[in-house]
């Protein structure tokens, strides 16, 4: 059974930081690109960072320099290391796995976890 089960989410106040986990199960992550998402309450979903099978990283605008998205294949976990928090960046973050291969996609999606950034 295909699996990802993001932790580290919770509260914290502006400018702290926070660590969110991926862990992947029922395949291996190492040839998929790794995303993190967020949804706030009443946007629509939009991507934070982006790890790809060789290591690659890219980052929206908003989240350069205080983001650091990383990877361990040998856990099969994906990292999100986010500092200097704002309270804009409060939302659901999710974890995404994504591979294009044969002329099949595949893309697996976490049930999220809540980051609130308040004082």
């Known amino acids: 059974q295909v699996q990802l089960v993001e932790s580290g989410g919770g509260l914290v106040q502006p400018g702290g930081s926070l660590r969110l986990s991926c862990a992947a199960s029922?395949?291996?992550?190492?040839?998929?690109?790794m995303n993190w998402y967020r949804q706030a309450p009443g946007k629509e979903r939009e991507l934070v960072a982006t790890?790809?099978?060789?290591?690659?990283?890219n980052y929206a605008d908003s989240m350069k320099g205080r983001f650091t998205i990383s990877r361990d294949n040998t856990k099969n976990t994906v990292y999100l290391q986010m500092n200097s928090l704002k309270p804009e960046d409060t939302a659901m973050y999710y974890c995404?796995?994504?591979?294009?291969?044969?002329?099949?996609?595949?893309?697996?999606w976490g049930q999220g976890t809540q980051v609130t950034v308040s004082s």
């Open positions: 995404n796995a994504w591979l294009w291969v044969a002329g099949k996609e595949y893309n697996y």
């Open positions: 029922g395949f291996t992550i190492s040839s998929y690109a």
């Open positions: 790890i790809t099978n060789t290591g690659s990283t």
